[in-house]
């Protein structure tokens, strides 16, 4: 069973910055990894995914320009630099594994997830 971990989350002020990490068991790290967020009442949403090799991401287009998904294939390690923070990031952040390409934007097509970590950006 893979297994993934998070960390990172907390409070923030708008316009600044946090980044948060997903520790990933060996399994769950030879596939695409992604990251999503649910604020209250809404939708859990894609926010970015990386490909195995981590030469390809894509990115939501509410945080393109402002967060950066990277990995570290040694550490088995995923990681989202979040700058510029607006309220409006608010939400429960998690990582996943997708067997599928880096589009993959739906969560149906993740297989693996965490438990997710809190991000709070206050205006």
């Known amino acids: 069973q893979a297994q993934l971990v998070e960390s990172g989350g907390g409070l923030a002020q708008a316009g600044g910055s946090l980044r948060l990490s997903c520790a990933a068991s060996r399994r769950a790290f030879s596939y695409t990894m992604g990251w999503f967020r649910q604020a209250p009442g809404k939708e859990r949403e894609f926010v970015a995914s990386?490909?195995?090799?981590?030469?390809?991401?894509n990115y939501a287009d509410s945080v393109k320009g402002r967060f950066t998904i990277s990995r570290d294939n040694g550490k088995n390690t995923v990681y989202l630099q979040m700058n510029s923070l607006k309220p409006e990031d608010t939400a429960v952040y998690s990582c996943?594994?997708?067997?599928?390409?880096?589009?993959?934007?739906?969560?149906?097509?993740?297989?693996?997830w965490g438990q997710g970590t809190q991000v709070t950006v206050s205006s």
């Open positions: 990386i490909s195995w090799s981590g030469g390809s991401t």
């Open positions: 996943a594994a997708s067997a599928l390409g880096y589009r993959a934007t739906r969560k149906e097509e993740y297989a693996y």
